[in-house]
């Protein structure tokens, strides 16, 4: 059997040029962009991956014109009303990653409701990155820390990576063992930072709402296809 990765983390990219190509609206390439997250996310769930962790939106997004980011808030309040009964049907527990002080009341309430409804379900974890920027993980878990050091509830001496990991927003995931970005551009966009530190990586030019099973499929063999070593020569001298 294939090695199949426990934690695949994705940037999904290539919305608005999807569009472009087809001479449709920014809108319409962010919607079809939800249609294939969903199908993504059942064909992750159906062969069995654990952990799932979509970047859906940077906290450099907030930057771009303010029409685009409004179509962009509404669609993610659309797409959780619309699906969460399903993700719930199918075992799949959701949560939510990244800075929620932008975010609308309205939303914050459907993914608190959304976390909580799917909080016992042990198929799929699926972690959604939204507002998210790894930068602001890495202070928001300095901040936490320093909090826990004042209070006395740590000490200098506890600080050490594990400890430090447990304060930051994938405190209950392993790592990613593959990230995968779509669009064709080959840079991180301030995704996952400190998790990816020793995750296959795969880039492909594909467009977002152009990745299907089979695209999928492609990547889970070029994971299945690479030799972890973690730093660790196995070859003796
Ligand atoms: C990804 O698609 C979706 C988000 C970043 C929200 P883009 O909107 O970045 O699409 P391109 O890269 O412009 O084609
Ligand atoms: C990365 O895509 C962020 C998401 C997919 C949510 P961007 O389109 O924002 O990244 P850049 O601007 O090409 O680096
Ligand atoms: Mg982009």
């Known amino acids: 059997m294939k090695i199949k990765p426990e934690h695949i983390a994705i940037i999904m990219d290539g919305n608005g040029r999807w569009a472009k190509n087809l001479n449709k609206s920014r809108r319409y390439g962010h919607q079809q962009g939800a249609s294939s997250a969903k199908n993504i996310v059942k064909e992750a769930s159906s062969i069995g991956v654990k952990y799932l962790t979509l970047y859906a939106f940077s906290t450099e997004n907030w930057g771009r014109p303010s029409k685009e980011v409004e179509l962009l ?23 939510f990653i990244g800075d929620r002080k932008n975010l609308k009341d309205k939303l914050i309430t459907k993914i608190n409701n959304a976390e909580s409804i799917t909080k016992n379900n042990n198929g799929l974890k ?112």
């Open 73 to 95: 808030m509404r669609l993610f309040l659309e797409t959780l009303e619309k699906e969460i009964d399903e993700l719930n049907e199918n075992n799949v527990r959701i949560r």
């Open 126 to 237: 699926l972690y959604v990155a939204l507002a998210y920027g790894a930068k602001w993980d890495i202070v928001n878990a300095v901040t936490n820390i320093f909090h826990e050091l004042e209070k006395g509830m740590l000490t200098k001496e506890d600080i050490d990576e594990i400890t430090f990991s447990k304060f930051l927003q994938l405190k209950d995931a392993p790592d990613p063992d593959l990230l995968i970005r779509t669009g064709g551009e080959k840079r991180i966009s301030n995704f996952l930072l400190w998790n990816i530190a020793y995750s296959e990586l795969y880039f492909c030019d594909c467009l977002w709402p152009d990745f299907d099973k089979n695209e999928f499929e492609r990547a889970l063999e070029f994971f299945a296809s690479r030799k972890r070593r973690f730093g660790v020569s196995t070859k003796s001298c």
